[in-house]
């Protein structure tokens, strides 16, 4: 159960909410979602059907607006409780689901966040395959050789986190993270993770997302509890926000511990740009990269003055389930993003969600790929 009565009604969370500052709607802020929770939470009966639905238009998920509460409420944790425990929201996505599968489940190429109950990703496999051929980004050139990488890694075990997208949708990130594993001298543990869970938690399926969360805590487990190498921001978010899986607080920080993006182990290398690299480069930091952004100092070390530092740090708009209850105000946040990511020619992220958003809705002639696809790996310098 999430705490909704700690609001003390200060506005820290209306600095940052970016549904608010698209909208402008002062109802659709965290606070005045705060304060609904906790009228909601004696009577979950007087949230009707439509209320149900509306509430699915509610919140992007950012996470944002906790970060910032000096009383620690968790308002996305505080919508995805009331959505959990309706049958009226739970039956209206499924409604919304199946109804608008041929624009939904293309448009999002990320199927396996928004999961409703009992399509786990193994049952979905065929369908989450056969969207790999589907076009969910341009796939960029890549442009970045390595000369060299560091080596104070080489020997160790580690797990390679995957996520969904990189699994069904966009193979090649996985293939591209393997591949560098490999050069650093890493032994690749293998292990049957699942997905993080955070999609379905977020979408109110919390059974789903407590069993996605015990078979990874088991497979790292059993493969030893080494580290856990990620290489989207969100999926490393789902993945540290795990509280419940663990024999006791010795194991639960063992398993904060071992979590490490992909780009904490490929900052000392040395690199060098190719005449191909694109002029301006934007980097887009996710609202889930709530751990130190070693994406963006990668970047910021390989990139040089190509980089542009948009001044203000806006939300993609993907929003999770958000997207198919209010496309619109998902796209209103959307176009703000862009207004900040003004004069690159190509936009880099390390986040599978917002990759998606954002190759979906980019201006002609700008190219939008993760940080991996710029590595070419078939021409080392
Ligand atoms: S920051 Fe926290 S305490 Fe302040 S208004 Fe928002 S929810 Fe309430
Ligand atoms: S999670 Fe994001 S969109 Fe939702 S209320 Fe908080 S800041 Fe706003």
Same mark, same amino acid.
């Given at each position: 159960?999430?705490?909704?009565?700690?609001?003390?009604?200060?506005?820290?969370?209306?600095?940052?909410? !970016?549904?608010?500052?698209?909208?402008?709607?002062? #109802?659709?802020?965290?606070?005045?979602?705060?304060?609904?929770?906790?009228?909601?939470? /004696?009577?979950?009966?007087? *949230?009707?059907?439509?209320?149900?639905?509306?509430?699915?238009?509610?919140?992007?998920?950012?996470?944002?607006?906790?970060?910032?509460?000096? @009383?620690?409420?968790?308002?996305?944790?505080?919508?995805?409780?009331?959505?959990?425990?309706?049958?009226?929201?739970?039956?209206?996505?499924?409604?919304?689901?199946?109804?608008?599968?041929?624009?939904?489940? !293309?448009?999002? /190429?990320?199927?396996?966040?928004?999961?409703?109950?009992?399509?786990?990703? #193994?049952?979905?496999?065929?369908? *989450?395959?056969?969207? @790999?051929?589907?076009?969910?980004?341009?796939?960029?050139?890549?442009?970045?050789?390595?000369?060299?990488?560091?080596?104070?890694?080489?020997?160790?075990?580690?797990?390679?986190?995957? &996520?969904?997208?990189?699994?069904?949708?966009?193979?090649?990130?996985?293939?591209?993270?393997?591949?560098?594993? %490999?050069?650093?001298?890493?032994?690749?543990?293998?292990?049957?993770?699942?997905?993080? &869970?955070?999609?379905?938690?977020?979408?109110?399926?919390?059974?789903?997302?407590?069993?996605?969360?015990?078979?990874?805590?088991?497979?790292?487990?059993?493969?030893?509890? +080494?580290?856990?190498?990620?290489?989207?921001?969100?999926?490393?978010?789902? *993945?540290?926000?795990? %509280?419940?899986?663990?024999?006791?607080?010795?194991?639960?920080? @063992?398993?904060?511990?071992?979590?490490? !993006?992909? %780009?904490?182990?490929?900052? @000392?290398?040395?690199?060098?740009?190719?005449?191909?690299? !694109?002029?301006?480069?934007?980097?887009?930091?996710?609202?889930?990269?709530?751990?130190?952004?070693?994406?963006?100092?990668?970047?910021?070390?390989?990139?040089?003055?190509?980089?542009?530092?948009?001044?203000?740090?806006?939300?993609?708009?993907?929003?999770?389930?958000?997207?198919?209850?209010? +496309?619109? *105000?998902?796209?209103?946040?959307?176009?703000?993003?862009?207004?900040?990511?003004?004069?690159?020619?190509?936009?880099?992220?390390?986040? %599978?969600?917002?990759?998606?958003?954002?190759?979906?809705?980019?201006?002609?002639?700008?190219?939008?790929?993760?940080?991996?696809?710029?590595?070419?790996?078939?021409?080392?310098?």
């Amino acid at each position: 159960m999430t705490d909704t009565g700690n609001c003390i009604l200060c506005g820290k969370c209306m600095e940052v909410c !970016p549904l608010l500052r698209a909208s402008g709607q002062e #109802e659709l802020s965290p606070r005045a979602k705060a304060n609904l929770s906790a009228l909601l939470a /004696s009577d979950i009966e007087a *949230l009707q059907e439509k209320d149900a639905a509306e509430l699915a238009g509610l919140c992007l998920g950012c996470g944002r607006c906790k970060q910032k509460c000096p @009383q620690g409420v968790d308002v996305p944790a505080l919508v995805a409780d009331l959505r959990g425990k309706h049958p009226g929201f739970r039956g209206w996505l499924w409604n919304k689901w199946l109804k608008h599968a041929r624009e939904l489940w !293309p448009s999002t /190429s990320l199927a396996a966040r928004l999961i409703p109950s009992g399509m786990q990703p #193994e049952r979905l496999s065929p369908f *989450l395959k056969a969207m @790999q051929l589907l076009k969910s980004g341009n796939g960029l050139k890549p442009f970045v050789r390595i000369k060299t990488l560091p080596k104070n890694h080489a020997g160790t075990s580690m797990m390679l986190f995957s &996520g969904c997208t990189a699994r069904y949708v966009r193979p090649e990130w996985q293939h591209t993270a393997l591949d560098l594993l %490999s050069r650093l001298g890493i032994d690749v543990v293998k292990g049957k993770f699942g997905c993080c &869970g955070m999609g379905l938690e977020c979408a109110g399926f919390q059974t789903d997302a407590a069993q996605m969360r015990d078979t990874n805590v088991l497979a790292w487990r059993k493969a030893g509890k +080494p580290k856990i190498v990620t290489l989207c921001a969100s999926c490393h978010k789902g *993945l540290a926000e795990y %509280s419940k899986n663990f024999e006791d607080a010795v194991e639960a920080r @063992q398993w904060i511990e071992a979590l490490t !993006p992909i %780009s904490r182990l490929v900052l @000392q290398g040395c690199y060098v740009l190719t005449p191909q690299a !694109p002029e301006w480069i934007g980097y887009h930091r996710p609202c889930h990269m709530q751990h130190q952004d070693t994406d963006h100092a990668f970047l910021s070390a390989v990139l040089g003055e190509k980089l542009l530092e948009p001044d203000d740090r806006q939300c993609c708009g993907f929003g999770g389930v958000m997207q198919l209850g209010s +496309p619109e *105000l998902c796209t209103q946040v959307n176009e703000r993003c862009w207004q900040s990511l003004d004069g690159a020619d190509t936009v880099l992220t390390g986040c %599978s969600a917002c990759v998606a958003q954002l190759a979906a809705s980019a201006p002609e002639n700008i190219q939008v790929g993760h940080w991996l696809e710029i590595l070419d790996l078939e021409d080392d310098a």
